[in-house]
């Protein structure tokens, strides 16, 4: 078990004055099967009210607006969270079995369908086809196609933008953690196996010192679907059923330095901060995360 505080701080610089500016963050963590969030907030500059609301996929969302002028906006996330190590243990759902699911379950239908971010190259959805066919369950296939994806693409900022979709992050097999998991969303997708898009934290040190704060990321992940909760765990686990994290851009499980706030399909479901303004001209993102261990 990890206690990690998390500091995320991100904002706008505005070329020209900002008459006004409406905004939705994403970026406090949920309390979950292995998770638990101690303290979370918000601070904006310039001061603004805030309204707190949940949205289609259960992610926390702050929403404000500012109706003053101003050249910057500045937000800062503070979590204080537990985080325990996940019990993977070996899942037996069959190929048979997840169709079905995926016929039946809700969310396993929507986290079927590709979106023009994960669209998988011709490529892309060959090599998933073959590591599904060799592999004896979808848990196992799943495993082995993100780490395939992983092994291919060099993790390189600054080469590939936002609004880039797998296909084009592929193409350059270079990127960062969005294009990665982006491409493993696609190639999972195609073989049937339901997967989702994660936002969180990931703290960069395994065995991190108590009490020193070091940069982090603000990370992504993938989740894929292994099946209905069973047992004594059943009625306080996810509704969707249980669903297995896996990291492809570091190659491991994830586990308690990994910090989730929130899922969707893609990127777009789960961006840590969207909004508009009026009267300023282009404006610059600034982003900075920082963790401290402190138990």
């Not at 894929?224 to 047992?231: I, K, L, Q, T, V």
Request: glycine share 8%; net charge negative.
């Amino acid at each position: 078990m990890k206690r990690l505080r998390v500091t995320h701080t991100t904002g706008f610089r505005y070329q020209d004055e900002a008459s006004a500016s409406y905004n939705e963050a994403r970026m406090l963590p949920a309390s979950r099967e292995g998770q638990w969030v101690l303290s979370a907030h918000i601070d904006t500059r310039p001061n603004a009210p805030q309204h707190t609301y949940t949205d289609y996929w259960g992610t926390r969302v702050t929403a404000f607006e500012v109706l003053s002028p101003h050249r910057e906006l500045v937000l800062s996330a503070s979590s204080l969270v537990e985080v325990a190590e996940r019990a993977h243990e070996d899942c037996e759902l069959s190929w048979d079995e997840l169709f079905d699911a995926g016929r039946r379950s809700v969310e396993c239908v929507e986290q079927l369908r590709q979106s023009t971010r994960t669209e998988p190259p011709r490529e892309v959805a060959k090599l998933a086809a073959e590591l599904a066919g060799a592999a004896g369950s979808p848990c196992a296939a799943a495993e082995a196609i993100c780490r395939a994806i992983g092994e291919s693409m060099e993790y390189v900022q600054g080469v590939t933008r936002v609004d880039d979709t797998a296909a084009e992050a592929w193409e350059a097999r270079r990127g960062v953690c969005q294009d990665i998991v982006h491409i493993a969303l696609g190639a999972l997708r195609s073989v049937g196996i339901p997967a989702r898009y994660v936002s969180g934290y990931l703290h960069p040190q395994p065995d991190a010192p108590l009490r020193e704060t070091v940069v982090g990321e603000s990370h992504a992940w993938v989740e894929w679907y292994c099946g209905p909760a069973r047992g004594e765990a059943a009625e306080s686990a996810d509704p969707s059923g249980v669903w297995r994290g896996w990291d492809p851009t570091n190659l491991l499980e994830v586990g308690d330095r990994h910090v989730y706030v929130g899922h969707g399909r893609d990127y777009d479901d789960i961006a840590p901060i969207r909004g508009v303004y009026a009267g300023a001209g282009e404006a610059d993102i600034f982003v900075k995360v920082e963790i401290t261990r402190e138990a």
